[in-house]
């Protein structure tokens, strides 16, 4: 392991927290698993479909957790996360009905307590 490589992942890490940590796993990782000589590779792909699935870095692990985890080892979800339908204009009618009802029913209860 050398420093470029460690930085290389470090700048693609999306949580840039505890990073003396991070740089013992990610020489721990090489030790162990670099046998191929493409383990930089490996967690640069893995690190790349993680941040599609969960863009966020408040929910990433630091990355010597995620290291000494072997999160690189993950595979995908195995189906893409559903998309919500979008509601059709008899929903949308329905729903403004409802919420009209709701506030009128608000209003009856303010004037009555005032």
Sequence with gaps: MDAPQFATFWTA??????????????RWAFQHFNNDGQLLNKLLESLNWQLQEQPDPQFWLYADKWLLRRRWEDEPDAAPKPKVKPLSEFEQQREARHRAAVAQQVEYATRRQG
Excluded: G, L, S, T
């Design 13 to 26: 890490y999306p949580r840039k927290k505890n990073k003396v940590a991070a740089e013992d796993a990610f």
